[in-house]
């Protein structure tokens, strides 16, 4: 049944009774009324003229007239009030014996007077008891009645009061439970509600919602299981190690080739948290690091099947954080290849040592007029070919010692030094080439400066290096300051020339190895700078470059106190 036919009929039923109900009550009211009212006119009023026709028959022989009168008026008057049914015959009896008593004034007939009248007042009194019983009774009953009527209105009621929120209440309740099923992905849910219930509409455009909404899953999920397949070929077909993970960090599919490297099979790591699995094994616990850059980003170095590989690692952040994948990249090969450069540079650096030596033994003997005279052309050329070994010399140096950093064999010997040592050293070891420019070196050196802990032969190299650039990259007669600055944890020394300086842009590749500012005309390798680099990192410390173009150009290093 429809909750408003429901709620219809049980309205219409309650104001039905409550209708009947006061419609009774006003009859049964009225009934008791007229009742009430009769017994007054009729009875108690025929009481009332027997009495006065009692007291009349009393003093008929004291006062004649008066109680003639008072006879003769209440027994036209009671003539007029006859209600009950022997009253008449006894009213026509008092009357006749009246009569005969006015003809004949004797005692006997004041005493039948008295009994009739006497009749009538008891005739009249049982009436009045009777109607008075009939009134109660009705009255009783209409009580009855009005209690069942009350009792029923109250059981309708309460019925109204449980079940109309109950009929609307618990439809309600079932499609919220169901939005919530289906909110849940239980597309599976229905909804069931009596066929002639307002809410079956509801029900059937749930159901077919759902339905609906099973069958866009059902294909979707189709459409995912097979992209995922199509993934997992392409995935595994590619012979880098990939693994993607979800925001959880769960790993969400691996290659053959991964799973191999991390040797752990790829169903015991899928969906499984990658920092768990982490815990057990060293390479996955370096690749997650990587996740939040707490690993530099140097190649990764993984030793298996009695060999060494490397790998360059790349993270690819998913689109709104919701996963990343790690992709590794083989850069064996190259590693292999760059180490045979390596080792070849460092035998040809090593072996051009000897001969340039030789030639530079050689050459002050030409010079020599012991040997025989120049003249001051082939004197020049002597020069020059010196200046070339010094350069060669310098440069098959520095090779030798980017192929020692390269090779991981650099040895630091450190020790308690001043700093002040430092610059003294490469300010003796760069003299010359400053004499030639006409260069002003100016220290700035604090009173108290504390001492480093370093290799100082090779700090010593990096300040030689930068003083002596500072004096090949500025113009001749120029300043060239180097300073120390005592700091809280750190002592800075800086090498400050004013000359061409160096566009920003190159202030990052300015340490990469064999770079150099294009159009430089000096000399050089390109590997000062790099090497420089490789010392201070070595040491735990760093190299940084303050340089305007056209202003000159400041380096700076800064060292850990000893
Ligand atoms: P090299 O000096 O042998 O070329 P470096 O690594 O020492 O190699 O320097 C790299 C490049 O940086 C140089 O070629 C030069 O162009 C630039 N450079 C280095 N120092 C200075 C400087 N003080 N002023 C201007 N340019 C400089």
């Not at 308690?416 to 300010?427: F, G, R, S």
Request: net charge negative; charged share 20%; with cysteine.
């Amino acid at each position: 049944m429809k909750i408003r036919t429901k709620i219809t009929l049980s309205i219409g039923l309650l104001l039905t009774i409550i209708t009947l109900f006061g419609y009774y009550a006003a009859q049964t009211t009225e009934h008791i009324k007229l009742n009430t009212e009769n017994i007054l006119a009729d009875n108690y009023n025929s009481i009332k003229y027997a009495q006065k026709m009692l007291w009349a028959v009393h003093h008929f022989e004291e006062d004649q007239a008066l109680a003639a009168t008072t006879f003769d008026e209440n027994l036209s008057l009671q003539k007029r009030n006859i209600s009950e049914n022997s009253e008449k015959t006894h009213t026509q009896q008092l009357e006749r014996q009246y009569k005969t008593y006015k003809i004949e004034r004797s005692k006997e007939n004041l005493i039948s007077l008295s009994e009739s009248i006497n009749t009538i007042i008891l005739l009249n009194g049982n009436a009045i008891e009777q109607k008075s019983k009939s009134a109660t009774d009705i009255a009783q009953e209409a009580l009855v009645l009005m209690i069942f009527f009350a009792l029923l209105c109250v059981i309708i009621a309460i019925f109204m009061l449980v079940r109309i929120p109950q009929a609307l209440t618990t439809p309600i309740q079932k499609l919220t439970e169901g939005i919530i099923e289906i909110s849940n992905h239980h597309y599976d849910k229905k909804l069931s509600f009596d066929e002639k219930s307002e809410f079956s509409k509801v029900a059937y455009s749930f159901n077919n919602m759902a339905q609906e909404l099973a069958q866009f899953q059902q294909s979707n999920m189709a459409r995912i299981i097979s992209t995922k397949q199509y993934l997992e070929i392409v995935i595994n077909s590619i012979d880098e190690p990939i693994i993607g993970l979800d925001n959880q960090n769960r790993i969400l599919f691996i290659n053959h080739i991964a799973s191999s490297i991390l040797n752990i099979s790829s169903e015991k790591m899928l969906g499984k948290s990658a920092l768990d699995l982490a815990l057990t094994n060293d390479l996955l616990r370096k690749l997650v690091q990587g996740i939040n850059n707490e690993v530099s980003d140097a190649p990764l170095k993984i030793y298996a099947d009695d060999k060494e590989s490397y790998f360059d690692v790349h993270y690819l952040s998913l689109p709104e954080n919701s996963g990343i994948v790690i992709m590794l990249n083989n850069i064996t090969r190259f590693k292999e290849l760059d180490k045979a450069k390596t080792n070849f540079i460092s035998i040809i650096s090593h072996e051009l040592k000897a001969p340039i030596s030789a030639i530079m033994t050689s050459l002050p003997l030409l010079n020599d007029s012991r040997i025989g005279p120049i003249n001051e052309k082939q004197s020049a050329l002597a020069q020059s070919i010196s200046e070339h070994c010094d350069c060669l010399l310098s440069i098959s140096s520095e090779l030798l010692k980017m192929t020692q950093v390269e090779a991981g064999v650099l040895q630091l010997r450190p020790k308690i030094t001043k700093p002040i040592e430092l610059i003294n050293y490469a300010i003796g070891a760069t003299r010359v080439l400053a004499d030639r420019f006409n260069c002003h070196i100016e220290i700035e050196y604090p009173e108290t400066i504390d001492k480093l802990f370093v290799d100082s032969e090779k700090i010593a190299w990096v300040i030689t290096n930068l003083l002596s650039n500072a004096i090949h990259y500025s113009s001749d007669n120029s300043r060239i300051i180097i300073g120390v600055k005592q700091l809280e944890h750190n002592i800075d020394i800086y090498i400050k020339d004013f000359g061409k300086g160096i566009d920003p842009r190159y202030h990052k590749t300015i340490f990469d190895r064999y770079f150099r500012v294009p159009g430089t005309k000096v000399q050089g390798s390109g590997l000062g700078l790099a090497i420089s680099k490789d010392f201070l990192e070595a040491h735990g410390g760093s190299i940084r470059i303050e340089s305007e173009i056209g202003k000159g150009s400041c380096f700076i290093i800064s060292l850990a106190k000893a």
